[in-house]
């Protein structure tokens, strides 16, 4: 449990961090507008059926007013960690804005990644995140 602490907070400030030349995706429980969010409200751990607010910023310009959402599950019970694909879907967004948001819901507790591509590039993602589902 320790490592796993040591390893989310890692993540936290990699993502986090003042390194804004990458993408990064910010979770939230509350929606996400330029006036709502800060730093201090961002989290990593959630409950099942509650939305996930994210936010995804990018510095370079969008190449495409679609992406692509894929969120996967980690399944820690073997060895290596078997992923499976949960929910994926397109968002529209405004590409001459640096950031998107929209949320998305989970019914099972478990450990995901968040990957978002640009919809004409599907090789490499944007960016990507780790968070927890938790029942209440």
Known sequence: MK??????????????GCNLE?????????????DTFSLD??????LTEQR???VLYNPKPFTSSVLRLQILKLDRKTPYYEMSIVQGRDIEIDASKDYATDYFCLHQE???ILRLFSK?????????????VTSP
């Open 3 to 16: 490592r796993y602490l040591v390893l989310l907070v890692s993540l936290i400030v990699l993502l986090s």
């Open 22 to 34: 990458k993408a990064f995706i910010l979770f939230s429980s509350d929606p996400i507008t330029v």
């Open 41 to 46: 409200k961002r989290k990593v751990s959630f």
């Open 52 to 54: 996930i607010y994210f």
């Open 110 to 112: 478990g450990y995901y």
């Open 120 to 132: 004409d590039k599907l090789e490499k993602p944007i960016a990507e995140a780790y968070f927890e």
